[in-house]
Nanobody, 120 residues
Framework: QWQLVASGGGLVQPGGSLRLSCAAS????????IGWFRQAPGKEREGISC????????NHLDSVKGRFTISRDNARNTVYLQMNNLKPEDTAVYYCASRFWVCGPEYDFWGQGTQVTVSS
């Protein structure tokens, strides 16, 4: 059974850090681009960043530039989102999704999401 499992979310104080993981089971990420997205209550889903199968990175969200970093470890079949200097407005459910090879507008497989809450 194919699964993308997003984990690593939680409650963190402003200025804190979290590292989210997107782990694949049942298939290899070697041929996949992985995107990270988030959706806050009452807001539309927004794309954060994407890493292609070859490691090329596309960043979509100006508000997280310099704070969030995407990376991948194909040996662990996992993609990460390192989030530093978190702000209350980063509070959202964070999702990862996959598509073949390169980053793009459409993704064909989604994980279940992990909640990130930034609050003092």
């Amino acid at each position: 059974q194919w699964q993308l499992v997003a984990s690593g979310g939680g409650l963190v104080q402003p200025g804190g850090s979290l590292r989210l993981s997107c782990a694949a089971s049942g298939f290899t990420l070697d041929y996949k681009a992985i995107g990270w997205f988030r959706q806050a209550p009452g807001k539309e889903r927004e794309g954060i960043s994407c890493i292609a199968s070859g490691g090329e990175i596309t960043n979509h969200l100006d508000s997280v530039k310099g704070r969030f970093t995407i990376s991948r470890d194909n040996a662990r079949n996992t993609v990460y989102l390192q989030m530093n200097n978190l702000k209350p407005e980063d509070t959202a459910v964070y999702y990862c999704a996959s598509r073949f090879w390169v980053c793009g507008p459409e993704y064909d497989f989604w994980g279940q999401g992990t909640q990130v809450t930034v609050s003092s």
